[in-house]
């Protein structure tokens, strides 16, 4: 979407409470990425649509998304995946504010090697992928198995702020030429998924949402 639609958009949504108007001033004061507001609203309102009762987030960050998603979803468990020290910090200090926290398991360590611990919560009704962008292939193919039948898989940034149609020779540095291609193999990997239904939506920065088919 062009920056006019996208600021309008912006401009309807409700104000969020305080406790997530402190997550996102905190967000940007420590340049921490979290969702954009469009995106993370048009989520939420599949994982309603699709009423899970269990959701797997590879990347928690300072959980903002994990407390957006409690919210929208009262009856949800969550249980999250971070690996920095600091916004593992700062993401218990959030969610001990929160009532809906309580519902919300933080495991602490790498995305690639939590999956035994993960196991033990699953199976999942939905997965949200938003953590190291190069990784996207190795964490779907690693958590998929935990999804239940009929499951959904959302994975975030897959446009890349609109980097993946930019020839290779205007993308600035050699590290974000690498990412950019290993995010664009992610996608041709997952429209090509023969178990899943995946569709990419151009909002934020880009939504790939895969259904998992009935075997």
Same mark, same amino acid.
């Given at each position: 979407m062009n920056d006019g639609i996208n600021k309008y958009l912006e401009e309807l949504i409700p104000q969020r409470n305080e406790l997530l108007s402190k997550m996102e001033n905190y967000a940007q004061e420590h340049h921490v990425p979290i969702m954009e507001l469009v995106g993370i609203e048009a989520m939420l309102q599949l994982l309603r649509l699709h009423q899970p009762s269990s959701i797997l987030e590879i990347g928690c960050a300072i959980g903002y998304s994990s407390l957006r998603m409690a919210y929208a979803l009262p009856e949800a468990r969550i249980v999250t995946l971070e690996r920095h020290p600091?916004?593992? @910090? !700062? !993401? @218990?200090?959030? /969610?001990?504010?929160?009532?809906?926290?309580?519902?919300?398991? /933080? /495991?602490? #360590?790498?995305?690639?090697? /939590?999956?035994?611990?993960? &196991?033990? %919560? #699953? +199976? $999942?009704?939905?997965?949200?992928? =938003? !953590?190291? &962008?190069?990784?996207?292939?190795? $964490?779907?193919?690693?958590?998929? +198995? $935990?999804?239940? +039948?009929g499951g959904m898989i959302i994975s975030d940034n897959v446009l890349f702020k609109e980097q993946v149609i930019l020839p290779e020779e205007e993308i600035a540095t050699r590290r974000k030429?690498?990412?950019?291609? @290993?995010? @664009? %193999? $992610?996608?041709?990997?997952l429209m090509? %998924?023969? =178990?899943?239904?995946?569709?990419?939506l151009p909002i934020g920065d880009g939504m790939a949402v895969s259904k998992k088919k009935k075997q």
């Open positions: 600091e916004r593992i @910090k !700062a !993401a @218990k200090s959030f /969610l001990s504010q929160s009532s809906e926290g309580s519902r919300i398991t /933080l /495991l602490e #360590g790498d995305a690639l090697e /939590l999956a035994d611990q993960v &196991k033990s %919560h #699953g +199976p $999942f009704d939905a997965i949200f992928i =938003d !953590a190291a &962008k190069g990784q996207y292939t190795r $964490f779907f193919e690693l958590y998929e +198995p $935990f999804l239940a +039948p030429r690498s990412l950019v291609r @290993k995010i @664009k %193999h $992610f996608n041709s990997w090509e %998924h023969e =178990d899943y239904d995946s569709v990419i």
